[in-house]
């Protein structure tokens, strides 16, 4: 039986749940002044209701269980599109820096290749 800071899992409150139901039943059911036949009767009759108690607990963690799966797909699809988005403007940026370096390399080798012309043409 798991407990995580403060909480019980679904599993044991379930069980929890199930084991209480039977035992409350059982003795319920024995410790009242019957026949046998009746007390059989007795038994099967707590037996349906906690089996349909326990149908009804299991049907609403499936249920919940589904939520919580959609929300958790919802969410992942939305950090999704975040890292889609941040990628993008990270190649963008990225695209637009290399332009600017190869922009200013470009103008320095300009710019030293008209310094050499101009060396070479006072020397000459």
Not at 10 to 18: A, I, K, N, P, R
Not at 19 to 37: E, K, Y
Not at 52 to 70: G, M, P, Q, Y
Not at 75 to 80: C, I, R, S
Request: hydrophobic letters at 40%; charged letters at 40%.
């Amino acid at each position: 039986m798991a407990y995580d800071e403060g909480r019980f899992s679904l599993g044991t409150v379930f069980f929890s749940f199930m084991l209480g139901g039977v035992v409350g039943a059982t003795l319920g059911a024995l410790l009242t002044p019957r026949s046998g036949p009746e007390t059989r009767e007795r038994l099967r009759e707590q037996a349906f209701f906690v089996k349909d108690e326990a149908t009804k607990v299991a049907d609403e963690v499936r249920d919940k269980a589904s939520e919580l799966l959609e929300r958790s797909k919802e969410l992942v699809e939305q950090k999704k599109v975040i890292l889609e988005s941040a990628v993008e403007a990270g190649k963008e940026a990225m695209e637009k820096e290399k332009e600017r370096l190869m922009a200013k390399i470009k103008r320095e080798a300009e710019e030293e290749a008209a310094k050499e012309a101009e060396g070479e043409s006072v020397s000459g």
